[in-house]
């Protein structure tokens, strides 16, 4: 497969709206301040191989709007879509993210399942987690600060 390559849109990329709306993701608030989405393009005609966003919460970061076109699922583009989003993020920040239906995708790219209770303010404080997300969703969470071992030990306890 081809290399997926990222570009930046805007949350009023029609596009974007499209697809996610396609595939029942929310689409409420992509047009709110303090979002970056990104469009993946494959092969040299620049065919359309999913769109994802990240939204800044305090120190840490929300993963959201992943979606691949239907039929082009379980064909890798997913992940790289995921791998290539998250490259994105200069600093260490935790990257959170809400799920209904892929955690066993989000689990083998290294994330895992947390409690409400254990997420950061800031982080259930997005539109996505506090409004839009219902309640059921999956909460997930990718680690990338280093930790204490006590740091390590008290979130163990939290998971
Ligand atoms: C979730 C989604 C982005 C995955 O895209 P994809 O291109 O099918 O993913 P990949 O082909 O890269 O899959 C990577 C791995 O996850 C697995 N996987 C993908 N979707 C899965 C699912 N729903 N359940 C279990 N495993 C899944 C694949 O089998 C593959 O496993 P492998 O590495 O062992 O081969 C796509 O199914 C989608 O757009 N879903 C609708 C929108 C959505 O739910 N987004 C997430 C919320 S933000």
């Known amino acids: 497969m081809s290399a997926v390559r990222l570009e930046q849109i805007t949350g009023?990329?029609?596009?974007l709206r499209q697809a996610l709306t396609a595939a029942d993701l929310p689409t409420d608030?992509?047009?709110d301040d303090g979002r970056a989405f990104f469009r993946a393009v494959v092969g040299e005609d620049d065919q359309i191989a999913g769109f994802s966003g990240l939204?800044?919460?305090g120190s840490d970061y929300l993963l959201r709007s992943v979606v691949v076109p239907a039929d082009r699922r379980r064909g890798g583009l997913g992940r790289a879509l995921v791998e290539a989003t998250l490259a994105n993020i200069e600093d260490d920040g935790d990257v959170f993210l809400a799920t209904t239906h892929a955690a066993p995708f989000?689990?083998?790219l290294g994330f895992v399942e947390v409690q409400r209770q254990s997420v950061p303010g800031a982080v259930l404080a997005t539109r996505q987690l506090s409004s839009i997300c219902p309640s059921s969703a999956t909460i997930m969470k990718l680690a990338r600060q280093s930790?204490?071992?006590t740091d390590h030990d008290h979130?163990?306890?939290d998971l």
């Open 147 to 149: 930790h204490t071992a």
């Open 106 to 108: 989000f689990a083998g």
């Open 29 to 31: 608030d992509i047009e």
């Open 55 to 57: 939204e800044r919460c």
């Open 12 to 15: 009023s990329d029609a596009r």
């Open 155 to 157: 979130d163990r306890q």
